[in-house]
């Protein structure tokens, strides 16, 4: 089943967004979303050598929710940076965010998720997967930003992954 199969939960994510995408439900579209949805992770399977897994799945869509939470509100604080403060009163700074983190994929998601917030954004991952390079708007403490970083994410990634 694997071989037909091998990564059953992205085979379902890509039905449902082959789905979004057409924005009609019909018979012909949920057989070629899943003739997708098969196909895709089929082809990849080879440069998936290591499956990521998840030691707690459930704190991962907790994960999802604070990071959809925190794109809402760094929305609205980055329009009211820029509607509100002249460019000389804008404290950009580069982060340097130590990482716990081992696994590439929980440093991946951990750069992505700062980089989809809005404000932040990850520029660049050390070789040795020991920091995170990460430019700042504006903040009048860059340690804080650090530590909300580490508390709000790392940790919750250090839950979800081993």
């Known amino acids: 089943m694997t071989r037909l199969i091998p ?5 379902v994510t890509l039905t449902l967004v082959w789905l979004g995408l057409v924005n009609k439900v019909t018979l012909g579209n949920l057989i070629l979303g899943a003739v997708l949805g098969v196909a895709i992770p089929m082809l990849t399977a080879p440069y998936w050598p290591n499956r990521p897994t998840l030691r707690r799945p459930f704190k991962a869509v907790e994960y999802v929710l604070i990071v959809l939470w925190d794109i809402l509100v760094a929305n609205v604080k980055v329009a009211w940076i820029i509607v ?57 403490d860059p340690e804080a930003e650090v530590a909300g970083i580490k508390s709000r994410y790392e940790r919750r990634l250090l839950e979800i992954f081993p």
């Open 7 to 11: 990564h059953p939960l992205l085979s």
């Open 84 to 140: 509100t403060k002249p460019n000389d009163q804008i404290r950009s700074h580069w982060l340097t965010v130590p990482l716990e983190l081992t696994s590439p994929e929980a440093i991946t998601m951990l750069g992505g998720t700062i980089t989809m917030t809005p404000g932040t954004v990850t520029a660049l991952i050390a070789a040795d997967g020991s920091s995170l390079l990460v430019h700042c708007l504006h903040t009048d």
